[in-house]
């Protein structure tokens, strides 16, 4: 392959490229066609290492200088045409000759606390706090940093790169004359959509928060929940560009030593340009990347998050990202609802069971359908069979063909759904429901039960956990086409391969199928019944081998032997 | 070992022996007893079940002087490294005799259920894909995917509760009617089935508890016995003593018969489903026997490489072993007992006797 790169060469630069693949990569990254990507940035101080194709611009590894001049010059350069870093030079009260500059970002500060808290602190009130005692240029630092800023969160760096990066993430930058450190104020603030429902996981009773794209409200969302030391989020920035913040969660003691280990191993072997979403990461990490069954689960549901961690899983956070990513995943998981835990345990049984038969259904109903339709149609009984006869007596297809056409009308119509603007919705389902369903058996060119048998895929397909039902959507059809190439015999071919292919996958270690196969009898209590609470006295027995008890014994409630009945 | 890194526990090992005879069995056992003993086969069942016992627990006497190794491994040990190598591949050639015996009858059912008038060739191929993609998994998978799937088993033995309608215990009757030359010639068959357990031979090394052997190998005797005397039972209790001996599935005829409220009818495509995964599952332990065991003798380093060749083999193999299924019936009638229990019983005998005596004189590893 061939790269731009070694047709427009760079004179400046033609030392410091590596390799062509680099290259290629700052061409993408830069996102300019080569032409005018080239010659005219050479000279240039790097625009936060974007342009430059090694990973290490100039600058990073810069001290800062005492001189502000050249401090800001410095951080200009970086800066160049970025209209949205401000400069505010001004001078320090006391002592007019110490001059100060702040820098930040506009629109992540909170401009009433930069204003009044430090520009009005330092350039207006500090003579109010300050001793008779002149300050003097060598001072200034430590006084400003003791008395002078009224900042819950400060720190402070000598090196550009560390500076560089504070502003970018909101932080405001004072930098004092005569000093070669940069005070980092935590003053962030930014608009940030509040915490709302989850939209992907809802629940009748529950809690009802959910993540939002910012990462410390996510923290800070985990951290109410569980209010113990032992909650580590460690956190590392990935994506060479976008320099995005992840957060490693995990409860110490609980988790698996190695798990936390591994994950972060798998993250810091990512290299990329950017992280946008969580899903990206899911990819990059994950143990199967040729299945279509994830690794990695997600979700937005705080409460789950947190009983995730307890059930000694760890979770991935990724800023700007509503969606948090837990690991260990199994595939059980598609069935189990937080709500599960919340409702009465019978009920929660029922749900699931109905919910494990959605996804059977998914799976096999259409298929099912395809297979005797075709080729066994003799294992209906007679009735049935007669009544589908007639229905289908009009119909051109062959079955095959018939269910494929409805089950890409129900696609197209879910992905309609999704992506039309809002108020269109009423259209397309009338169109949806009464055109296509209708009219189309009306008109002979469906029968009724193909309708029936993909409606009822559809509707089942809604019932459990989405990520899961994506992916068994997909898997509908290799089976749809076996069914119609060999009939139930082919169906049967396509589940085994299916079983075979699920007990050979493995997420972080532990067997995806888990509680099935392997079998591991104590965690049938949270498989298709949910057990009631007080019996749930261990945590998932392969997940949490460091520590697996979850409840002390004698949990089950009982009335007081000695209480004497009321009401006789 | 480094073979296959698998292990499996000790259910999962209990269900792989069980599924090693039963797939196959459970569905044809039922003939050839009532053909020799009539309403009395059960008593042949129970007899084979013995002598089942015997034989899997003299291999397991004989593979745990060996362990980590596999019959291959210590077949070069007991007899020297040629002889070794040599016995090596007649168990591998009787092995895939078993496993084409093994396709054939998962054909011989399949066609006339499900699609009559597809040639049997793409329906094996077909299926071999993904038990040839469980081989490539591993040993563990191989277990798994029969933890799973053994469940099916479950509906098997509910099945028998729903033909109770159809059941006349008087069928049994006259008891102990037949002669014991009779009992013998009708255990022979279900004996040499039995024998297929000489397979803990190979599996033991990959056990989580191989000194768990002699129990994993007792339950799994257990398992089958049941069964397979639920099947004779069936196949008797409806169909008296004489009819079953002339069908090839006395047990799917059976289920064939079960009506229940106008609504519970046809279930027989039930068991062709237990039948298929079982088929799959059995072929897939053979088959896995046989690259294993290839692999070790020939001393490569992995057995990938093998499933394809293998794969194909079993199938052309299955077609010139058996040119018909009446022919494979003819030799599951009269060749089979006795080819299978020279394997079974006689070599493993004799590999005992010699590894006994090596094993005094300081041989044992």
């Given at each position: 392959m061939k790269f731009p790169g070694f047709f427009f060469p760079r004179p400046g630069k033609a030392k410091k490229i590596p390799a062509g693949r680099q290259e290629g990569l700052r061409q993408a990254e830069a996102g300019s066609p080569p032409e005018t990507g080239g010659?005219?940035?050479?000279?240039?101080?790097?625009?936060?290492?974007?342009?430059?194709?090694?990973?290490?611009?100039?600058?990073?590894?810069l001290l800062l200088s005492s001189s502000l001049d050249e401090n800001l010059q410095n951080l200009q350069a970086v800066f160049?045409?970025?209209?949205d870093i401000i400069f505010r030079e001004f001078n320090f009260a006391q002592n007019q000759n110490i001059r100060l500059a702040l820098i930040y970002t506009d629109g992540l500060v909170d401009k009433d606390l930069v204003s009044d808290q430090i520009m009005k602190a330092l350039s207006l009130e500090v003579p109010l706090v300050a001793s008779a005692k002149e300050i003097t240029r060598a001072d200034a630092l430590e006084f400003i940093l003791r008395q002078g800023l009224c900042i819950h969160q400060v720190d402070r760096t000598d090196r550009l790169e560390r500076t560089v990066n504070a502003i970018l993430s909101g932080d405001t930058v004072l930098l004092v004359d005569g000093h070669a450190t940069a005070v980092i104020n935590g003053a962030r603030s930014w608009e940030a959509r509040s915490v709302e429902d989850s939209i992907t996981d809802k629940v009748v009773r529950g809690p009802r928060e959910a993540f939002v794209e910012t990462l410390r409200t996510n923290t800070s969302l985990l951290r109410r929940r569980i209010k113990n030391p032992a909650l580590k989020i460690e956190t590392l920035t990935l994506g060479r560009v976008t320099q995005t913040e992840v957060a490693v969660a995990y409860v110490a003691g609980i988790v698996q030593p190695g798990l936390v280990a591994e994950i972060k191993e798998r993250l810091q072997r990512i290299n990329i340009?950017?992280?946008?979403?969580?899903g990206q990461i899911e990819e990059l990490i994950e143990d199967n990347p040729l299945s279509p069954f994830g690794s990695v689960n997600h979700t937005d549901r705080v409460d789950k998050v947190a009983a995730q961690l307890l059930e000694g899983r760890a979770a991935v956070m990724v800023d700007g990202t509503p969606y948090v990513l837990t690991a260990p995943a199994l595939f059980m998981e598609i069935i189990q609802d937080p709500e599960d835990y919340y409702q009465r345990y019978v009920f929660s049984a029922l749900a699931r069971l109905t919910r494990l038969i959605s996804v059977i259904t998914v799976l096999l109903a259409s298929a099912l359908y395809v297979a005797i339709i075709t080729y066994?149609?003799?294992?209906?009984p007679t009735p049935l069979l007669l009544s589908l006869a007639a229905q289908r007596e009009g119909v051109p297809f062959p079955a095959f063909v018939e269910v494929l056409l409805m089950e890409f009308v129900f696609e197209a119509l879910r992905e309609a759904g999704l992506r039309m603007p809002q108020p269109l919705g009423q259209a397309v389902s009338i169109v949806g429901a009464l055109v296509l369903g209708e009219a189309a058996v009306r008109a002979g060119l469906v029968g009724a039960a193909t309708v029936i048998v993909v409606a009822l895929t559809g509707v089942a397909s809604f019932s459990f956990i989405y990520t899961g039902s994506i992916t068994l959507r997909v898997i509908r059809f290799p089976l749809i086409f076996l069914a119609g190439f060999m009939g139930l015999y082919g169906l049967l071919i396509g589940v085994f391969a299916l079983v075979v292919h699920l007990v050979s996958l493995r997420s972080f270690g532990i067997p995806f199928l888990s509680p099935v196969a392997p079998v591991v009898l104590s965690d049938q209590k949270d498989f298709v019944v949910r057990a009631p609470w007080w019996a749930m006295r261990s945590r998932p027995r392969l997940i949490a081998r460091a520590n697996p008890q979850r409840e002390g014994p004698g949990a089950k409630p009982r009335p007081p032997a000695g209480r004497k009945k009321a009401g006789r | 070992m480094s073979l296959e890194k698998g292990k499996i526990s000790s259910p999962q090992a209990v269900l792989l022996l069980a599924q090693a005879v039963l797939a196959t069995a459970v569905l044809t056992a039922p003939s050839l007893p009532i053909t020799y003993a009539a309403q009395d086969a059960w008593l042949c069942i129970l007899l084979a079940g013995a002598g089942g016992l015997a034989i899997s627990c003299l291999m397991v006497n004989l593979s745990l002087r060996f362990p980590g190794k596999t019959l291959f491994e210590y077949l070069e040990i007991v007899l020297g490294k040629v002889p070794g190598k040599i016995v090596s591949f007649f168990y591998l050639w009787f092995f895939l005799h078993i496993v084409t015996v093994v396709v054939r009858e998962f054909g011989a059912l399949l066609t006339p259920a499900?699609?009559?008038?597809?040639?049997l060739i793409a329906l094996l191929v077909l299926g071999m894909v993904p038990v040839a993609y469980m081989l490539w998994q591993g040993l563990e998978v191989l277990a798994r995917t029969n933890q799973i799937f053994a469940a099916l088993l479950v509906f098997g033995v509910a099945l028998v509760v729903l033909a109770i309608p159809n059941i006349k215990m008087t069928n049994f009757l006259p008891v102990f009617d037949a002669a014991p030359v009779d009992l013998l010639k009708g255990t022979l068959a279900p004996l040499a089935w039995f024998g297929e357990l000489i397979t803990v031979g190979v599996f033991l090394p990959y056990f989580s508890r191989p000194e768990d052997g002699y129990r994993i190998v007792a339950l799994a005797v257990g398992t089958i016995t049941f069964m397979l005397g639920l099947a004779v039972f069936l196949a008797i209790a409806v169909f008296g003593p004489i009819v079953p001996a002339s069908y090839l599935f006395p047990v799917f005829n059976a289920v064939r018969l079960i009506q229940l409220?106008?609504?519970?009818?046809?279930?027989?495509i039930l068991v062709v489903i237990i039948w298929v995964a079982g088929g799959l599952l059995k072929i897939g332990i053979f088959y896995w026997l046989i690259v294993l065991g290839a692999a070790q003798t020939l001393g490569l380093r992995t057995y990938r490489p093998l499933i394809l060749p293998v794969g194909l083999l079993i199938i052309s193999l299955s077609f010139i072993f058996h040119r018909s299924t009446l022919d494979m019936i003819r030799y599951i009638g009269l060749t089979w007992p006795f080819h299978g229990l020279t394997y079974e019983a006689l070599l493993p005998a004799l590999l005992l006797g010699i590894a006994m005596i090596k094993g005094k004189r300081g041989g044992k590893q």
């Open positions: 010659g005219g940035e050479a000279g240039v101080p790097s625009a936060a290492g974007i342009s430059t194709p090694v990973k290490t611009p100039a600058w990073k590894d160049a045409n970025c209209s340009d950017g992280i946008l979403e969580g066994n149609p003799e294992l209906l | 499900f699609l009559p008038e597809t040639p409220a106008n609504f519970i009818e046809r279930l027989e």
